[in-house]
């Protein structure tokens, strides 16, 4: 088996594994390494400089979506996020929260696309509106 990739498969067992497990990882890793040629220690140094910067792109994301939700924060509790999800989205409101929270669905972080993010604004910018032109009296 590629060494490299090995080592990647035995760092996710690493995350998933329970604290007692995690020893013998670390030997099967430390094992692992010690047996790598230069190549592939360059090899598993584009590897693992590959998956920091997954992690700063999925760190940024997730600062993005906090960013969104802390904006909607104010105005959430006056809103029927049901009716907007429906009449905006065609969605549901579990659908619309899964992405406001980061939920994951099928293994992966639900978050707004950049079009969704625009018709939200839409939809907000509308709903302001409508609020704004009714009169009482």
Known sequence: MDKVKHFFELKELWK????????????????LMDSMTDQEIEQLATGVQNDFD????????????LTIRERLEPVLPYLSVSKLSKDYFNKSSSWFYQRLNGNLVHGKVSRFTHEELATLEM??????????SLRLV
């Open 16 to 31: 998933q594994s329970a604290e007692a497990d995690r020893s013998a990882i670390d030997r099967q890793i430390t094992e």
């Open 54 to 65: 997954s992690i700063h792109e999925e760190v940024a994301d997730i600062k993005e979506q």
């Open 123 to 132: 939809a907000l910018k509308d709903i302001g509106q409508r609020i704004s």
